[in-house]
């Protein structure tokens, strides 16, 4: 008997052993390439000028100082609005990709995939090309058409800032709906109508109900994402004042290291809350 014990002991000392070996790389990877430096950028933050000491003066200054709450607020404010709006595109094209596309869903899956394999940076000089004072819609409104007498000033609008982020980000928000979708037992909606209700009302408290664990991750997708976006404000301008930009300010023109790390670390707990956010919304999914 203590030998059957002891085989089996030893088996599962050897799995183990095995199942260590081969996440060890990964853990490695994890820890040297993303623990690691988001612990020195949170340590630069706490550091005092001369780097001998401890400070909460940069954390004070973003949480209370009126101007940097006015730019967190502005951050989360923009990353809500893209939400928003990627939701109201999002889940009729989820909804049409699952229950309407028949045949046509792979072709709806490409285009909606398509534009995540072409690079961000040449996905937002398509707006600029087409919206630019000299750009395709410009020329074809004043020189071809005849409709304007002066171009339109699309570029460095807050408009096209958000609609440069809706296109980046609203792929991920049809995936999300999409996938929920496919998992709801049509027989419930058949169900609902066969009991006199008709199609408005059998969406609105069968289908939107249970495809709203998608619309919930999609959600936090698109923001956590939108939160951090830099590229797309930088390109297509808008006036917004977000913290990835003073990030980049702080790195590139103040030099000051320990407050776009201070600040990195504000970003990077909304993020974190985001992703508390989706673990919760999972595991009521996975309890319901």
Same mark, same amino acid.
């Given at each position: 008997?203590?030998? +059957?014990?002891?085989?089996?002991?030893?088996?599962?000392?050897?799995? $183990? =052993?095995?199942?260590? *070996? !081969? %996440?060890? @790389?990964?853990?490695?990877?994890?820890?040297?390439?993303?623990?690691?430096?988001?612990?020195?950028?949170?340590?630069?933050?706490?550091?005092?000028?001369?780097?001998?000491?401890?400070?909460?003066?940069?954390?004070?200054?973003?949480?209370?100082?009126?101007?940097?709450?006015?730019?967190?607020?502005?951050?989360?404010?923009?990353?809500?609005?893209?939400?928003?709006?990627?939701?109201?595109?999002?889940?009729?094209? +989820?909804?049409?990709?699952?229950?309407?596309?028949?045949?046509?869903? $792979? =072709?709806?899956?490409? *285009? !909606? %995939?398509? @534009?995540?394999?072409?690079?961000?940076?040449?996905?937002?000089?398509?707006?600029?090309?087409?919206?630019?004072?000299?750009?395709?819609?410009?020329?074809?409104?004043?020189?071809?058409?005849?409709?304007?007498?002066?171009?339109?000033?699309?570029?460095?609008?807050?408009?096209?800032?958000?609609?440069?982020?809706?296109?980046?980000?609203?792929?991920?928000?049809?995936?999300?709906?999409?996938?929920?979708?496919?998992?709801?037992?049509?027989?419930?909606?058949?169900?609902?109508?066969?009991? $006199?209700?008709?199609?408005?009302?059998?969406?609105?408290?069968?289908?939107?109900?249970?495809?709203?664990?998608?619309?919930?991750?999609?959600?936090?997708?698109?923001?956590?994402?939108?939160?951090?976006?830099?590229?797309?404000?930088?390109?297509?301008?808008?006036?917004?004042?977000?913290?990835?930009?003073?990030?980049?300010?702080?790195?590139?023109?103040?030099?000051?290291?320990?407050?776009?790390?201070?600040?990195?670390?504000?970003?990077?707990?909304?993020?974190?809350?985001?992703?508390?956010?989706?673990?919760?919304?999972?595991?009521?999914? $996975?309890?319901?």
């Amino acid at each position: 008997m203590a030998t +059957a014990v002891d085989k089996t002991k030893s088996r599962l000392g050897a799995r $183990g =052993l095995r199942g260590l *070996l !081969l %996440i060890g @790389p990964a853990v490695l990877f994890l820890v040297a390439f993303f623990v690691l430096p988001l612990f020195d950028n949170a340590m630069r933050s706490f550091a005092t000028a001369d780097g001998q000491g401890f400070t909460l003066a940069r954390y004070v200054q973003l949480l209370t100082d009126r101007f940097y709450l006015g730019v967190t607020l502005e951050t989360v404010v923009l990353s809500t609005v893209v939400t928003l709006i990627c939701a109201a595109i999002g889940y009729p094209v +989820a909804y049409f990709l699952v229950r309407k596309a028949g045949r046509w869903s $792979g =072709l709806v899956i490409f *285009l !909606l %995939i398509a @534009p995540l394999l072409t690079s961000i940076i040449m996905r937002t000089f398509g707006w600029q090309v087409l919206f630019a004072r000299r750009g395709l819609v410009n020329n074809l409104l004043v020189q071809e058409l005849g409709w304007l007498e002066r171009p339109l000033q699309i570029m460095n609008t807050p408009a096209i800032a958000i609609i440069g982020l809706v296109h980046v980000l609203v792929p991920f928000m049809v995936l999300s709906i999409a996938t929920v979708l496919q998992g709801i037992d049509r027989r419930l909606e058949e169900s609902a109508q066969i009991l $006199g209700a008709g199609r408005w009302r059998t969406f609105r408290e069968v289908t939107l109900p249970l495809s709203a664990d998608g619309i919930g991750t999609g959600a936090i997708l698109v923001f956590m994402i939108a939160n951090g976006s830099f590229v797309t404000l930088v390109l297509l301008g808008g006036g917004f004042q977000t913290l990835p930009l003073f990030i980049y300010q702080q790195f590139n023109t103040t030099r000051d290291f320990s407050m776009a790390s201070a600040m990195s670390t504000v970003l990077l707990v909304i993020a974190l809350a985001c992703l508390y956010l989706q673990l919760r919304l999972v595991r009521r999914q $996975g309890g319901s």
